[in-house]
């Protein structure tokens, strides 16, 4: 192939294509640190050709059967390691549990892209300019993860993102799926409306292109109005996912106005320390921020009090 | 590795090294060169195959993922010796200048006439917003997609 000498490719590796978890999980135990795990590959394999990440071993998971669903259960909406991303913008389910995933699938990258990658490889590769891991932050997600010696552990998002890049997952882990609680008004009856909602605001300069600014929100209102959760967490403007504690601190416990959500957007835009880049200037994109997270805590309001 | 991958219609095997992309494959060892290469990042989407029936970035899977698989490339397109309504959609309305994401907007334009034969503009733009033209000729790309819904329509 003399193409190799001038194309971008990759360091070689060794492919493994197992067909059952547990064959996977062993690999994972033998060989762990040199191993990466290849589910869409939207975000791995580029990164392979420009050989910013070169392991020894990939583990293609895409023929292991029952790693491909969407389900509720347990207070749950879960989202297994081999879901794409467009299975989620297609999903009905996901528009009925979980608002803010539903506003975010369809602006995840472009959509050929979205044919391909996941949510739980976007979330394992933590790219601080991805979407995804912002909207598990506003909906306070878990991560499941399991290893064949170790067996199941479920991680809070927050202890899960560690920095850029870098996760709290064991190198003998997979990740088996991703899930965000239910609406707290659905755990005593099923069928009950929302009394949550939640929203994906992004500003990009081209379809496929990283956000220049992301701001997820997640609301839910308790039986007295008030607001019971609350969730806000910005894309591409610090160095990692940022989630706005403070702002969400504020939001517990009062009745949504226009005031107070103009209140969380101001801490919002002065939590984060996004860089004057090609994308903007910093000034202009903490002020995105802050127009987004308005916007975002009012959509999320309308889809609680609908 | 030895792989067997369809390849519009027929089966072929081959030796690959894992690291060998897909788009590699199909124009350096099966000889089809309707499949374009591009940007090489995953961002202009020329490279654009069907994987079993959906639209992916052959510059961003590897060939061994294609295993057991089946692809249609833009020389897939035309059924016995008749052009394909997309195909025949874009020489009626001047889909094409320079060419080169044409065999890319063909695939994923026949693909999103497969599930709505009568998509809006808004709906076409969407589709095809992951395949870059660098002619910037979009106008008669969506008009192109849109004859073929009718044209499929019309001869179904």
Known sequence: MASLEVRMYPRAFDYVAPETKEEVLDVLAERGSEVKILAGGQSLVPMMKLRLASPATLVDINNVP??????????????????RHNDIVDSELVKTESAAMASAAPW????????????????AHHDPEGDWA??????????????RDGGERVIPITDFLTDMFSTSLEPTELVTEVRVPRYESRTTHEHAPPRGGGNYQKLERKIGDYATVGVATHLELGDDG?????????????????KVTEAEHLLIGSHPSEELFAEAAEIAKNACSPASDVRGSAEYKKDVVRVFTERGLAASLAGASA | MEITVTVNGAEHSADVEPRTLLVDFIRTDLALTGTHIGCDTTACGVCTVLLDGTPVKSCTVFAVQANGKSITTVEGLKQNGELHPIQAAFKEEHGLQCGFCTPAMMLVGSKL??????????????????????????INIVKSIQRAGELTKAGS
Do not use: F
């Open chain 1, 66 to 83: 029952g790693l491909d669903g969407i389900s509720i259960g347990n207070g749950h909406l879960t989202v297994q390691a081999l879901v």
């Open chain 1, 134 to 147: 912002s909207v598990m932050l506003a909906a306070g997600a878990e991560v499941v993860a399991e290893s």
């Open chain 1, 108 to 123: 995840i990258s472009d959509p050929i892209v979205r044919n391909r990658g996941t949510l739980a490889g976007s979330v």
């Open chain 1, 226 to 242: 008030g607001i019971s959760k609350a969730g806000i967490a910005l894309t591409s403007v610090h160095p990692y996912n940022l």
């Open chain 2, 113 to 138: 006439i497969e599930d709505n034969p009568s998509p809006t503009d808004d709906e076409v733009r969407w589709a095809i917003s992951g395949n870059l033209c660098r002619c910037t000729g979009y």
